[in-house]
């Protein structure tokens, strides 16, 4: 058993999976959070349904697979999913294998942490903003209030700056995982609606990355979980291809343009597209082709292209990109190679991953692994 006290900056995802796993193992944990309750994000998450993992958690959906490599290694999706089921939470895959709690409610997962923090004793202090790190491990509050640990974990989350005072190098921050900003014309009048679609990332042409999924249009561009996917990926002045009909070859596509125009002749108000698609999208595909003919319509069918311009909606982006540089922290477990009372986990590392649980994941993997080695002393 640990005789360790453990200081936990940060109550969110990272923080209160170490905290639970350092207190079970006998440490003396004092946990910091600014907010005034613990873990609020975690409620957001998955659109109030918390998608904490997936069943394809591997290094290569992370901008670092070297580095995130060992602690999925000890703490891969099964593994995790049996940490929540011992505090009583049960998960389950969906078809795409994205693990969530069984009772599809984020409050749960939340919940099962504070009550495992309160049964193991952890000491949890909200409203304790820290803003320096001392030598001798010791948190300080912007109100003047201390606690000093053997150890400190930092699990600030995404976007801050603590681990700089004590040293470490901030790699820049950018939002990831949000909606795309593009040009508009293309998308004018289609805010609002979905498709079904596959999406191709192009860089000067050459595709990156092709997705499927919903596409959500916008005013300032698109949305949706193919596009938060894309987004991680994405720079301005990159083009999407949006492919409405992906289960089509361009062949068959044209081919059933072409008995369209042939058997149906057209009344009133409609277009070749009537009933294709909604009506407003109709409109656009019919904008972007410049004319009626089938091989016009098919490719503005199947490469509709927006350029992107940037992150759409900040407020939006579920995670940041940047933070405590990877190369002064040790990947197996976690502690700084600055100072070896020092540990970091979650998205106050420079770790970004794909969009399906993979963020969540690292998160408690990492919260994991760091409260494991601080409370093991393993110095
Ligand atoms: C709307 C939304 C939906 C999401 N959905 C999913 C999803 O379904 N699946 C998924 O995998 N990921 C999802 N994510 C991403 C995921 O929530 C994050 O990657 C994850 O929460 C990061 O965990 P963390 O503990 O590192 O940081 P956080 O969860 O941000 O926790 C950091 C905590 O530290 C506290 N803090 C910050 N600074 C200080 C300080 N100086 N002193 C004390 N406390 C401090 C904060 O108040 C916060 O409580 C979503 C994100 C958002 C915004």
């Known amino acids: ?42 409620l957001q998450t998955g659109n109030g349904r918390c998608n904490l993992s997936n069943a394809a958690v591997a290094p290569e959906a992370y901008n670092a697979p070297d580095f995130t490599a060992p602690v999925l290694a000890q703490i891969p999706c099964e593994e995790l999913r049996a940490f929540f089921s011992a505090h009583g939470l049960f998960t389950y895959p969906d078809a795409e294998g994205r693990i969530y709690p069984v009772s599809d409610a984020a409050s749960g997962v939340l919940d099962v942490l504070r009550l495992a923090c309160e049964e193991s004793g952890v000491q949890t202090l909200c409203g304790f903003d820290t803003v320096q790190l001392r030598t001798d491990g010791t948190a300080a509050a912007a109100d003047g209030r201390t606690v000093t640990g053997d150890a400190v974990i930092v699990a600030t989350g995404g976007g801050t700056r603590l681990l700089q005072n004590a040293g470490h190098r901030i790699m820049p921050f950018s939002p990831v995982l949000c909606p795309l900003k593009t040009d508009t014309a293309p998308v004018r009048g289609l805010s609002g609606l979905r498709v079904k679609c596959a999406v191709t990332l192009l860089r000067k042409g050459a595709p990156l990355r092709t997705q499927r999924g919903e596409l959500l249009f916008r005013d300032y561009g698109v949305s949706g979980i193919v596009i938060f996917d894309l987004s991680r990926h994405a720079q301005p002045g990159d083009v999407l291809s949006i492919n409405l009909l992906p289960d ?42 410049g004319g009626d003919t089938p091989e016009r319509l098919a490719r503005a069918i199947q490469d509709f292209r927006l350029t992107v311009q940037g992150c759409g909606d900040s407020k939006q982006a579920q995670v940041t990109r940047g933070g405590a540089a990877l190369s002064e922290f040790d990947p197996v477990t976690l502690c700084s190679r600055l100072h070896p ?15 399906g649980g993979y963020n969540l994941h690292w998160a408690f993997a990492s919260g994991i692994t760091a409260g494991r080695y601080a409370a093991g002393g393993a110095l």
């Open 1 to 42: 058993m640990s005789r360790r006290h453990i200081v936990i900056a940060g109550g969110g995802a990272a923080g209160l999976a170490a905290a639970v796993t350092a207190a079970e193992l006998g440490a003396q944990v004092t946990l910091l959070e600014r907010a005034d309750r613990v873990g609020k994000k975690i």
């Open 248 to 289: 089509l070859s361009r062949d068959e596509l044209c081919k059933l343009l072409y008995q369209r125009k042939t058997y149906h002749p057209l009344r009133a108000g409609e277009t070749f597209l009537t009933g294709m698609f909604h009506s407003r999208i109709n409109a656009a595909v019919l904008r972007a082709a």
């Open 341 to 355: 009372w020092l540990f970091a986990a979650g998205e106050a590392l420079d770790i970004d991953g794909a969009c």
